[in-house]
């Protein structure tokens, strides 16, 4: 079989276009040596390979990799070898770069994308045969509709693994996940491999970054922008400037920052970066519900987004002033403290006030919503005041960062057994209390059940869809430094007038 599925690799690649038919015996020879085989049977026997074959070719040559002793059976080992023979099917980083912007130029920014997003896919740098098991659903809500996704497509490390990488030698490089040197990089037990990688340099602000996809794609397009040198990330001045840059280079990109302070920041604050992507979220679509003008900055429009968050959105057509009346806000919120809010911009020397800047272009318009964030810790809420509180971490614990702003949920995996488990339970009316793993639930399930008539098997799949996105509405709006009463709305607006 493994004569076969090389065979297939090749049309695989020929017909995605990876493989130019002009290589296809060299791509058969080197799929040859990587497997230790000396000949290729009947080259010129007629295969075909569909696109959603891959997995199933990719699964028999691990299959066949590890009965040979090429490589150990594992998750993880077989992850790297897998990108390897993808490698072998891959055109060099210049010459990605170069039909990129040959389609930029010739054609337009979006068809360069489409390209370079199609390669991603075909590659397998994105997974696409994960990327489909992930559960995925959309919420209504007051605020719009809300996207839930229990992300499934990273696979766990086993148990082999983990003991392996326990005795590796630590390494500094690539220095992170986002650092440039990952690109083509093979990987090892607790990095992942990175050969089928391809990053497009983008020119913003006058600096050098890279754009490539997320592997773990949460959304349409999920890109990630990043320095070109592994600097930590500061919301500032330059920060709205790259943000806008990038938009006007690919317009039908949004583009945001996550904040750049513990508990309110993303996952990796040692790297500047920022995400995007050709989708619209739910925040992007609420309505401006109340207006405001800014003494001097009349000409921009200003606003309070319809949102559980406290997001100010900016709007014109000249991003400069934009830009400038991002800067006073940004420069004000850091300093800015209202004890009647409980908002305090800093205690014993630590800081607490940043932004989640996010940018986009909206017709002739370009806007920059400004999402107000605070990371002080008290006693009673020791992971954050402005964090879910502790009766929604059963569903959500973990920060809230740029894309749940935005409106999409990403819920760990624990939670779809835990699902499926709390249906069986509930719809056979179990003791929730008595299984250690369901136990966590049982408030919330009690506190919801008396909204329902009844709740049986026809329709306990809508009902906990319905009241884990009402779990999220509640998550962002624990996150929002002012609340949705009378009494925030006044805290808002104290700030709002003091911009002037």
């Known amino acids: 079989m493994i004569q076969t599925n090389i065979k297939k690799l090749v049309a695989y690649g020929v017909r995605t276009g990876l493989v130019p038919k002009e290589d296809r015996i060299y791509t058969a020879n080197r799929l040859l040596e990587l497997f230790g085989l000396d000949e290729l049977e009947d080259p010129e026997e007629p295969v075909s390979a569909e696109v959603e074959e891959l997995e199933d070719i990719l699964r028999d040559m691990l299959d066949y990799a590890c009965e040979k002793g090429i490589v150990e059976d594992s998750i993880v080992y077989r992850d790297l070898f897998d990108t390897k023979i993808m490698s072998v099917l891959m055109p060099r980083p210049s010459e990605v770069i170069r039909r990129f912007y040959e389609i930029y130029e010739k054609e337009s920014p979006e068809k360069a994308t489409d390209y370079y997003y199609k390669l991603s896919k075909d590659s397998d740098y994105i997974r696409r045969y994960r990327i489909c098991r992930d559960v995925k659903w959309v919420a209504p809500t007051p605020y719009g509709d809300l996207d839930i996704t229990i992300n499934l497509s990273k696979p766990e490390k086993d148990p082999k693994a983990i003991a392996a990488a326990k005795l590796a030698k630590q390494s500094g490089y690539p220095k992170c996940l986002l650092c440039k040197e990952n690109e083509g990089y093979a990987g090892r037990v607790n990095h992942p491999a990175r050969q089928n990688h391809r990053i497009i340099p983008v020119t913003i602000n006058g600096s050098q970054w890279g754009f490539q996809y997320s592997p773990y794609v949460y959304y349409n397009e999920h890109c990630i922008v990043f320095h070109s040198s592994h600097v930590p990330m500061k919301i500032e001045h330059t920060t709205f400037c790259k943000l806008f840059d990038f938009v006007k280079l690919f317009p039908h990109y949004f583009v945001g920052s996550n904040a750049d302070l513990p508990i309110v920041g993303g ?234």
Not at 335 to 361: L, M, Q, V, W
Not at 404 to 415: S, T
Not at 436 to 446: G, I, Q, R, S
């Open 267 to 500: 996952s990796i604050l040692s790297h500047d970066h920022f995400q995007g992507g050709h989708y619209e979220f739910a925040m992007a679509k609420a309505p401006v519900e109340e207006a405001f003008a800014v003494k001097g900055f009349e000409d921009v429009e200003a606003g309070i987004v319809k949102w559980p968050m406290s997001v100010i959105r900016l709007s014109g057509g000249d991003t400069e002033r934009i830009i400038a009346l991002a800067d006073v806000i940004l420069e004000h919120w850091r300093g800015y403290t209202d004890e009647a809010s409980f908002i305090y911009a800093c205690t014993d020397g630590e800081p607490h006030n940043t932004i989640t800047p996010i940018a986009r272009k909206r017709g002739d318009k370009f806007e920059l919503d400004l999402v107000l964030r605070n990371n002080i810790t008290t006693k009673e809420h020791p992971l954050g005041v402005y964090h879910p509180h502790a009766k929604l971490h059963h569903i959500k614990k973990e920060n809230i960062g740029l894309i749940e702003v935005m409106g999409l949920a990403v819920l760990p995996a624990r939670l779809k057994d835990e699902m499926a488990r709390l249906k069986e339970t509930i719809v056979n009316g179990g003791d929730l209390r008595a299984d250690e793993a369901l136990a966590k639930h049982a408030d919330w399930v009690e506190e919801f059940s008396h909204r329902y008539d009844r709740i049986d098997s026809s329709n306990i799949d809508g009902i906990l869809e319905k009241e884990i996105g009402q779990v999220f509405m509640e998550v962002l709006e624990d996150a929002g430094v002012y609340k949705r009463t009378e009494e925030g709305r006044r805290g808002f607006w104290r700030f709002i007038e003091s911009l002037s």
